[in-house]
């Protein structure tokens, strides 16, 4: 196997921008064996959520074991997990089969458009069961504020949130700013070592969904690749800040460009 395996944990989202789809474009952008478990089938497109159906626990822990017993998986991420049965099983399948692997948690809980993606009571499975077991939390900040308990209105209050979840749980936490206002988009990563600040220009009036599941995905296969934590965090805020930058337009919303330097048809000839 020359490509270091990854593994996707998360929700389907058939518009192709956020979740499983924007995981296995992340995961061939650099260069890695993308491979999922699929947790939900979500119907939707960048500004509505029609419907979810989650796939039964069982069928989970099957597509981890099975990705498992075929792959040297070298990092995972989780993203929508949608209920306390599958962060269950998802808990259960990490101790059997990816116990040492590197883990990031993206604490996915809400839709760019406001939908629910995680049922508010399995908030706390999150909290107690998989929180304990990641290399690195990635919440946005209304994610964050959830998880710390209070508001967070600005870069203090999100220094302040990141400093009492890392001291809390005891496991680094990048806690992402670009929801925040302000002219740059600041993110800050809380290790055991101290705090490194990420900042990057703010790309306004730009927002497209899934900008959280392709930065953990890029993170996740840094790590693969055996990058340290922020060495990894450096190069996926690079490639998510990319992917923004040369979004592309449909009908009004949008979308990733999770392709920038990708191939021509002239390269590929050769
Ligand atoms: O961006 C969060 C997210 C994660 N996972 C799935 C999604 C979304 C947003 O829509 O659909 C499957």
């Not at 995961?27 to 989650?54: L, Q, W």
Request: glycine share 8%; proline share 6%; with cysteine.
């Amino acid at each position: 196997m020359n490509s270091p395996v990854v593994l996707s944990i998360a929700g389907s989202d058939n518009s192709g921008g956020a979740g499983i789809q924007a995981d296995l474009k992340t995961f061939c952008a650099f260069r890695c064996y993308g491979t999922t478990a699929i947790t939900c089938i979500v119907a939707e497109h960048p500004g509505r959520v029609k419907s979810i159906e989650p796939v039964t626990p069982l069928r989970v822990q099957e597509q981890i074991e099975l990705v498992s017993e075929a792959f040297p998986v070298k990092a995972f991420k989780t993203g929508m997990l949608y209920s306390q049965a599958i962060i269950e099983v998802v808990v259960q399948s990490i101790e059997t089969h990816l116990k040492a692997v590197p883990f990031v948690l993206d604490p996915v809980m809400v839709a760019s458009s406001g939908v629910a993606l995680l049922h508010p009571q399995a908030i706390e499975g999150i909290q107690k069961l998989l929180i304990p077991q990641a290399t690195l939390v990635t919440p946005n900040r209304d994610e964050a504020a959830l998880l710390w308990g209070k508001p967070i209105m600005d870069l203090n209050a999100m220094r302040e949130a990141g400093l009492d979840l890392t001291n809390r749980y005891q496991v680094p936490f990048l806690m992402k700013g670009g929801h925040l206002k302000g002219d740059q988009a600041v993110d800050l990563l809380f290790t055991h070592q101290g705090e490194e600040t990420f900042i990057v220009p703010r790309i306004p009036h730009v927002d497209p969904h899934g900008t959280g599941c392709t930065y953990s995905a890029a993170i996740t296969c840094g790590l693969a690749q055996g990058l340290k934590l922020n060495e990894a965090v450096r190069e996926a805020k690079s490639y998510i800040t990319q992917a923004i930058e040369s979004h592309f337009e449909s009908r009004g919303y949008q979308v990733l460009n999770h392709f920038k330097d990708s191939i021509s048809r002239e390269e590929r000839k050769r």
